[in-house]
């Protein structure tokens, strides 16, 4: 519940910026509650100037009202349980039912007024991150506003004086709430449609967790030893495919609130990055790309003709980062005999399994695991086991498919005679030149 009293004290507080029709602010939106945690239609608006919506993987964007020519969205900091994929709940902290909480959308120019309400049991507040607003609504808790106190609710108001792609996050306890899940998107859609439009339009934030197999909650003192890579707080196979229609001009908005760096990588097209949290890229500075590394704390959008049909990967290239929970002590095994190996384990934990003496592929092995967590590498496609987790997914496009349709349209069936195929070959090594060093290392 929120305070009413709290509300209007800190509206008399905030009173020195440029805002109008404070008074009807006394009037509280009513604060939409989202339980799924698959990818929501895209939410056109029934009021304000028009825009192409975007997506958000796994989430959704946050209905607003319409208050004189404000708009009016609101905000609720609460516990949440958010599944990162089927078999693994965590307990985080979130927003209006979810972490992250959901995408906010508005055009440039729009005066927005946006209501935080404190359900967490400490203070938090609201940063803007890469919006261009007055001081006093940027969020820093004890530098520009006083925290929100449990139970109290505040609100910011101010201009969306540029378009782009923005994230919000507490600065408030920050090192907990971020490690607890407190994040959203802010896309900002440019006054001009015809403005760089596009058909579709994805957006998802990059968060990391440890979660130890078996736990509910993260170790939010963690710095670098995650084991759940996610993109929205959800895992492969957990991750929303993007679905694209064949020749759709597609953006993809992507932000990092994750501890680390990650370069994301998508098959089959080259792209450019248009945007950052900084702003549109001129066209003459933009040039092609396959992989984009995207920063920390910062924005990295892209935009990709989507000319060529398929199931495409869409993921980070950090290796471990396509890896659920895993050990991260052990040892390279790769051409040790497991024979003694396996003995030794096998007597100190008889369920144990040593990396295999030719690399660790599982496509085919199951082994018991803990309550709540993911098996490290899994996923199964047309052609057999996908061995991934953590921040992959697939772009599938198709062609035909309806202008906001996304629903995963299912694997792509290959045109006859396009898949690699095996063929008829001796089984021996094939001819090498003699006295190279690999003949020469003892295996
Ligand atoms: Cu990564």
């Given at each position: ?50 825009y ?23 905000l609720?900091?609460?516990?949440v ?70 139970g ?13 792609t923005?994230?919000?996050h ?10 607890m ?41 963690e ?64 040039y ?38 895993m ?23 008889p ?61 792509y ?19 090498r ?6 003949q020469?290392?003892?295996?």
């Amino acid at each position: 519940m929120y305070s009413r009293r709290g509300f209007l004290g800190t509206a008399a507080l905030a009173g020195a910026s440029v805002v109008s029709g404070r008074v009807q602010a006394a009037s509280i939106p009513e604060a939409p509650h989202m339980d799924k945690v698959v990818m929501q239609p895209p939410l056109h608006p029934i009021s304000g100037p028009d825009y192409r919506p975007v997506v958000t993987l796994n989430g959704w964007s946050l209905p607003f009202r319409m208050n004189g020519d404000w708009k009016e969205f609101h905000l609720v900091a609460e516990p949440v349980v958010r599944e990162f994929a089927e078999g693994m709940k965590v307990n985080l902290w979130g927003y209006n039912g979810q972490s992250p909480g959901p995408t906010i959308e508005a055009v440039e120019g729009d005066k927005v007024r946006i209501f935080v309400t404190n359900r967490l049991p400490e203070y938090t507040t609201v940063h803007w991150h890469g919006m261009i607003i007055p001081s006093g609504m940027d969020g820093v808790g004890g530098l520009t506003q006083p925290h929100i106190q449990p139970g109290k609710t505040f609100v910011y108001e101010f201009e969306m004086k540029k378009s782009g792609t923005f994230m919000y996050h507490p600065h408030s306890d920050e090192m907990v709430q971020m490690a607890m899940g407190m994040m959203g998107m802010v896309v900002v859609h440019p006054r001009d449609p015809n403005f760089r439009p596009v058909d579709r339009d994805f957006v998802f934030v990059m968060s990391t967790y440890r979660v130890d197999p078996g736990t509910y909650l993260p170790l939010v003192n963690e710095m670098t030893d995650f084991n759940m890579w996610t993109w929205n707080a959800r895992v492969f196979p957990g991750i929303d495919p993007l679905p694209v229609r064949l020749g759709d001009k597609v953006r993809v908005r992507i932000g990092n609130l994750s501890m680390t760096n990650h370069p994301i990588h998508l098959h089959g097209h080259s792209f450019a990055v248009t945007c950052t949290d900084g702003g549109w890229i001129q066209e003459s500075a933009q040039y092609p790309e396959t992989t984009t590394d995207v920063p920390v704390g910062a924005v990295r959008v892209f935009d990709v003709l989507a000319d060529n049909p398929g199931d495409w990967a869409f993921h980070c290239h950090k290796s471990h980062h396509t890896m659920n929970a895993m050990g991260h002590e052990v040892r390279n095994l790769i051409g040790v005999s497991r024979k003694d190996l396996a003995k030794a384990v096998g007597k100190l934990a008889p369920d144990g399994m040593a990396m295999g003496s030719t690399g660790m592929a599982m496509g085919n092995m199951e082994m018991p695991a803990p309550d709540n967590t993911l098996p490290m590498m899994t996923g199964t496609g047309q052609f057999g086991p996908i061995e991934m987790g953590g921040m992959f997914t697939v772009m599938k496009i198709r062609e035909n498919l309806a202008r906001d349709d996304y629903r995963d349209p299912g694997p792509y069936q290959f045109p006859k005679g396009t898949v690699a195929y095996e063929v008829e070959a001796p089984g021996a090594a094939p001819a090498r030149q003699p006295g190279t060093p690999m003949q020469k290392m003892k295996m």
